[in-house]
C-alpha cells in the first residue's frame, strides 16, 4: 500500500482566512481524494483529483471554496477558501490502490482543522 | 449518492467477548471496504470484498458480502483492548467511496 502524507496535521484558523492543505504520495497514483470528516461523523466526498484534468467535485462542494490542484502524480493540494467555523474539520486524501485494486482506497493521517 | 447503513452505532463489550458489526444498503456496489479509525487518525484498510457470498477472514476478524452485494458483516472474534476503534465501511461504485456512519467500538479489559 502507498504511503500517504498529510501538511499540516492541524491547524487553528481565524474565520475569513484560508489554508491549503498538501498530499504527498511516496509512488505515483492516478487518482487522488479529498474527503471531509466532521466531528463525530463519517467521511464524506469532496473532490477527485487526476493529474492533468480538472478537479471533480461532489454534491454540495465548489471549487471556489475547495480549490485543488494536482500538479504530478505524487502530490495535491486542497485549499479551504473563506473559513468559516462549520469548516472544522478533519480533511483527509487518499489515493486509489493501482490497478486490480478493486477500488481500494488508502489513506493520509488527516488534517485536523478548527476554525474560530 | 448511494446511503450505506451501519449498526449498531455504539458497541461496548467486556475483552474475550464477541461483535458484529453490520453494513446494509439498498444499492449494489461492485466492491465493499472495511477501515478501522482510530483517534488522531485515518482510516485504515482492513479488507476489500468484491464477489458475492463472498467470506474473507483477517485472524480474529471475519467479513461477508452479502450474496446480491448489498450488504455485509464483520464478526470479531474473542475482542481486545486493541480492537477499539471506529469501524466504517464504504461501498465503491466508479472507484468513488461512499461511508456509512461507522460503528464505535469498545472493548474494555
Known amino acids: 500500500s502507498a504511503v500517504i502524507s498529510q501538511k499540516p496535521s492541524r491547524d487553528i484558523c481565524q474565520r475569513g482566512t484560508s489554508l491549503t492543505i498538501q498530499c504527498q504520495v511516496d509512488?505515483?497514483?492516478?487518482?487522488m481524494f479529498w474527503y471531509r470528516q466532521q466531528p463525530g461523523q463519517s467521511l464524506t466526498l469532496i473532490a477527485t483529483?487526476?493529474?492533468?484534468?480538472?478537479?471533480?467535485?461532489e454534491s454540495g462542494f465548489v471549487i471556489d471554496k475547495f480549490p485543488i490542484s494536482r500538479p504530478n502524480l505524487t502530490f495535491s493540494t486542497l485549499t479551504v477558501s473563506n473559513m468559516s467555523p462549520e469548516d472544522s474539520s478533519i480533511y483527509l486524501c487518499?489515493?486509489?490502490?493501482?490497478?486490480?485494486?478493486?477500488?481500494?482506497?488508502?489513506f493520509g493521517p488527516g488534517t485536523r482543522l478548527l476554525v474560530l | 449518492t448511494q446511503l450505506l447503513e451501519q449498526s449498531p452505532q455504539f458497541l461496548s463489550i467486556q475483552e474475550g467477548e464477541n461483535l458484529t458489526v453490520y453494513c446494509n444498503s439498498s444499492?449494489?456496489?461492485?466492491?465493499l471496504q472495511w477501515y478501522r479509525q482510530e483517534p488522531g487518525e485515518g482510516p485504515v484498510l482492513l479488507v476489500t470484498?468484491?464477489?458475492?457470498?463472498e467470506v474473507k477472514k483477517l485472524k480474529r476478524l471475519t467479513f461477508q458480502f452479502g450474496d446480491a452485494r448489498k450488504d455485509s458483516s464483520l464478526h470479531i472474534t474473542a475482542a481486545q483492548p486493541g480492537d477499539t476503534g471506529l469501524y466504517l465501511c464504504?461501498?465503491?461504485?466508479?472507484?468513488?467511496?461512499?461511508f456509512g456512519a461507522g460503528t464505535t467500538v469498545t472493548v474494555r479489559a
Open positions: 483529483a487526476n493529474q492533468g484534468s480538472e478537479a471533480t467535485y
Open positions: 509512488s505515483q497514483v492516478t487518482m
Open positions: 444499492s449494489v456496489f461492485s466492491s
Open positions: 487518499s489515493v486509489e490502490g493501482g490497478v486490480d485494486s478493486q477500488e481500494t482506497q488508502y
Open positions: 470484498v468484491v464477489t458475492g457470498g
Open positions: 464504504a461501498g465503491a461504485e466508479d472507484y468513488k467511496l461512499s
